[in-house]
């Protein structure tokens, strides 16, 4: 069928090539014509495809995914109309001849409103399809707050992706698009000793305007659409109570410590999900692709939200990347967009009216260590952990201070998870040794979209780069949990051991299709108090990233009166969360909402 549209395109285009030249009168030179089109046409459409697309079995149809023969007719269409053109200029059928507009000053004004609604749309379709490609569907809420932090420490090969995609495919269109839109000359067609024009410079005025609107509209209603640009209205212009009704403020009042402290151990696998697990296992995959996490599990409590073994966090309102993720787990309530002057990621000013579990743990004498081989600085982590907590950061520029790596070292995000665990290990030697209890937390990066990074150590079992990735990486992971429970200081730590947020890598989000994806979570050797407790509190539960906040605390022994904190609730103690008493929909709607309460009591001291 392809080779027979593409017949009938190029033979349409010889019999308008004899109409409109008129070289070829007799009936050989006519056939003439229509073999040529139907012979240079096919053929040069065959290299194209071949040599410069570089599409492999272009004569085997049946092989290609997709309308491979529809992409080839439009092909042959593209490089017929190209023949035919040249043709016509070549014999002066048509001639572009130099006019200038009766009001010049108005006209040039109307073009050039054209370029820039031409190039804002060209912006917001090349942005949203990189978006995408690159990290999955964005929330409007991490688009925003990412524009109004931090921005040291992104991984590099971000900035080049950026460059090569939208800025340069923006680039290029408006450029040809401006040509054409500030073109002097207008198209005439001669035929029989007499002229027409046939594209004037009003009409490519008028047209170039109208494809400027529409790209536009289409552009903006594109990125509206799938980033949902219109929450953010709700974010500034409906309020809602809902977390200063249900928020409850971490105080001596409302938590009470066991005798002996018990340590700490917090390890965030980045885009961790129970999706890569396989079918039969609850997940989405043919092979199983954390096979040593799920043997792992069955050493310690996990929350899921089936009646299966494995399951975990349901996606909520603010929490959907990994600064965000660490403030819902860390402080126990969503990570909102500033709506009344105040940010995030500047000095003492990250969340300066909240109280996180660092602050809690700092003021019972705990030694704290966080370790990620990023910059700090990054989201305005470094404001984060010396405000709340006084951490010891070991971030890349810590490592590269403290000569674990050198100084022009830069490899993925920073340094690579190969080197974390080393590093971790050695800091949780110190720690154990200080005499204090300890609280470490670290978060892996090489699971991250779009592709991951695959260590020249790790095998490569599957076809793809990121399952590669992901399946090392819990290898690893599994093999530094096995170093810590081998070590003097396990007997009294509680890890806990949780998927940040879901991967925004489009090979999955792109392809998992009616499955409800979680986050992978597990914990190891919690406090005496919560052994043989009934299994329904760790199957079928609705819970989010902030049900984290006590569920840590309770996890080394932490009694909780009333079990909430933030507006979080102590999975262990079987108390229903928001989520499974108002709704997850209810819930992350509310929570999309502005809070006042928010703005003036989180993000900014009290009163102040």
Known sequence: MMWIFGTVISVAFGIADIALIGNAKKIGSRINVVLRYLFTVNLTSLFITKYVLRVPNIFQPSLHKGPYALKYCVLVFVVSLAFILLKCFAADVLKLEKTNPKNKKRANALKTASVILFALGMVAYTATVWGIQAYGALSPDQILINLISPVEGNEVGVYYSVFEGPVLKTAFFTAVFTLITFSPYQLKLNRNGQSFV???????????????????????????????????????????????????????????????KRNLILIYLESMENTFLSKEMGGYMEENLIPDLAQLANEGYVFSHTDKKLGGFLPSTGAGWSVASMVNMGFGIPMKVPTDGNAYGSPGNFLPGAVAIGDILHE???????????????????????????????????????????????????????????????????????????????????????????????????????????????????????????????????????????????????????????????????????INLPENRFVNRQWAAFDMFPTMLAGIGVQIKDNRLGIGTNLFSGKKTLFETYGVDSVNDSLTQKSEFYNKNILAKPNS
């Open 364 to 530: 019972q004498g705990y030694e704290q260590t966080v370790m990620f081989g990023a910059k700090a600085a990054f989201g305005g982590l470094d404001h984060y952990f010396n405000l709340h907590g006084n951490f010891n950061i070991i971030d890349h520029t810590a490592a590269i201070e403290k000569g674990l790596i050198p100084e022009d070292y830069y490899v993925w995000w920073g340094y690579e998870d190969d080197k974390l665990y080393s590093f971790a290990k050695d800091e949780l030697t110190r720690l154990s040794q200080t005499g204090k209890p300890f609280h470490f937390i670290m978060e892996t990066a090489d699971t991250h979209a779009p592709e991951g990074y695959l260590s020249p150590n790790a095998e490569k079992k599957f076809p793809d780069q990121y399952s590669n990735a992901i399946y090392y990486s819990q290898k690893e992971a599994v093999k530094f949990i096995r170093w810590i429970q081998s070590q003097p200081f396990y007997e009294n730590t509680t890890v806990f051991i949780i998927g940040d947020h879901l991967t925004m890598a489009s090979v999955i989000s792109e392809k998992v299709k009616d499955y409800q994806r979680t986050c992978f979570n597990l914990v190891l050797n919690p406090d005496k108090s919560l």
């Open 198 to 260: 046939i594209i004037s410079e009003f009409f490519l005025r008028i047209t170039s305007f109208l494809v400027s609107i529409a790209m536009f509209i289409g552009g903006c209603a594109f990125g509206i659409t799938k980033f949902q640009l219109k929450d953010l209205f709700s974010a500034y212009f409906f309020d809602s109570a809902f977390i200063e009704e249900h928020y409850t403020a971490p105080s001596d009042a409302n938590i009470k410590f066991p005798e002996q």
